[in-house]
């Protein structure tokens, strides 16, 4: 308990001590966790609103026009059985032409059709829309579906989008926290430079290492965990502010994730995050100090 006491002594002491560098430190900290934040509250949308949309992509099934409408609705357990398959809803011949007709403006021209010039059909949705050409394959093969459209184009753009910004996301989160490392080291070492006297001297009287990096490690950890919590608060007023302006203008359509569903997942990140490097940081201020 003594030496857990003088490490927490010894760290809050260095950053009073070094006031401009422990400023400087948690700066650094913050701007990076907010930017990281930022970035990361992007991607988690757009994935949220592509997930939205490829919830709405569907494969239509018509179903041969010499069955009829009881016939077609037997159809419904064999489609639900293909693997893939989340839903269906079946569309009667009368449902699909009061559908199309409504797309269309009011003519007289129209105004004889008769629904049996249509198919009944379902909509079928699926579970993963990376795999909808298989999906589309055995959908054909059950007897009684007579041709399947499938938007496999939009399918696939919509993969390739959420896999580049997952892709895109991971590498600039894993660049600023490799930056921040280094330019927290880079500011701990200065604070490390100004004690190394006191470090040869500790040394040379039989000092282990875990000794000498306590005071660094726990200032450190303070250090990281004041940028943790500065930047997510910061992040939190941001991201309301943002979503605000949002709601008000004219893509208020878009399916925003609401910040209480981020919040704690956001403030675990940024305290880990901050340790994390906090932690590492210091360790590495303090590595050539440890060589004498």
């Given at each position: 308990?003594?030496r857990i006491?003088?490490?927490?002594?010894?760290g809050?002491?260095?950053?009073f001590?070094?006031?401009l560098i422990?400023?400087?430190t948690?700066?650094?900290?913050?701007a990076?966790?907010?930017?990281?934040?930022s970035f990361?509250?992007?991607?988690?949308?757009?994935?949220h609103?592509i997930?939205?949309?490829?919830d709405?992509v569907?494969?239509?099934?018509?179903?041969?026009?010499k069955?009829?409408e009881?016939?077609?609705?037997s159809?419904?357990?064999?489609?639900?059985?293909?693997?893939?398959v989340s839903?269906v809803?079946f569309?009667?011949?009368?449902?699909?032409?009061?559908?199309?007709?409504?797309?269309?403006e009011?003519?007289?021209?129209f105004?004889?059709?008769?629904?049996?010039?249509?198919?009944?059909?379902?909509?079928v949705?699926?579970?993963?829309?990376?795999?909808m050409?298989?999906t589309?394959?055995r959908?054909?093969d059950?007897?009684?579906?007579?041709?399947?459209n499938?938007?496999?184009?939009?399918a696939?753009?919509?993969?390739?989008?959420r896999?580049?910004?997952?892709?895109?996301?991971?590498?600039?989160?894993?660049?600023?926290?490799?930056?921040?490392t280094f330019?927290?080291?880079?500011?701990l070492?200065?604070?490390?430079?100004?004690?190394?006297?006191?470090?040869?001297?500790?040394?040379?009287?039989?000092a282990?290492?875990?000794?000498?990096?306590?005071p660094?490690?726990?200032?450190?950890?303070?250090?990281g965990l004041?940028?943790?919590?500065?930047a997510?608060?910061?992040?939190w007023?941001?991201?309301?502010a943002i979503?605000?302006?949002?709601?008000?203008?004219?893509?208020?359509?878009?399916?925003?994730i609401?910040f209480?569903?981020?919040?704690?997942?956001?403030?675990?990140?940024?305290l880990?995050?901050g340790?994390?490097?906090?932690?590492?940081?210091?360790?590495?201020a303090?590595?050539?100090?440890?060589?004498?």
């Amino acid at each position: 308990m003594n030496r857990i006491g003088y490490y927490i002594r010894e760290g809050v002491d260095s950053i009073f001590n070094h006031g401009l560098i422990s400023f400087a430190t948690i700066c650094v900290i913050l701007a990076c966790l907010l930017i990281m934040g930022s970035f990361a509250s992007v991607a988690l949308n757009v994935n949220h609103i592509i997930g939205t949309l490829e919830d709405q992509v569907s494969i239509l099934c018509f179903v041969d026009d010499k069955w009829s409408e009881t016939e077609a609705r037997s159809l419904e357990k064999q489609l639900l059985a293909v693997d893939n398959v989340s839903s269906v809803t079946f569309v009667t011949r009368t449902q699909a032409l009061e559908e199309y007709l409504g797309q269309l403006e009011e003519s007289p021209l129209f105004e004889e059709v008769e629904p049996t010039i249509l198919r009944d059909r379902y909509l079928v949705y699926l579970k993963d829309i990376s795999i909808m050409a298989g999906t589309q394959a055995r959908l054909k093969d059950i007897p009684g579906i007579a041709r399947v459209n499938a938007h496999l184009g939009i399918a696939q753009g919509m993969v390739s989008m959420r896999r580049i910004v997952n892709v895109v996301s991971v590498v600039m989160i894993l660049l600023l926290m490799a930056v921040s490392t280094f330019i927290m080291a880079n500011t701990l070492r200065l604070a490390a430079f100004t004690r190394r006297n006191e470090v040869a001297i500790v040394r040379m009287i039989g000092a282990t290492n875990s000794f000498i990096r306590g005071p660094f490690n726990v200032e450190g950890m303070i250090l990281g965990l004041t940028g943790s919590l500065i930047a997510y608060l910061a992040q939190w007023l941001l991201y309301i502010a943002i979503t605000g302006r949002i709601a008000g203008s004219s893509i208020s359509f878009l399916d925003i994730i609401p910040f209480a569903e981020l919040a704690l997942p956001l403030l675990a990140c940024f305290l880990v995050i901050g340790l994390l490097v906090a932690i590492f940081g210091s360790r590495i201020a303090i590595r050539n100090y440890m060589r004498i």
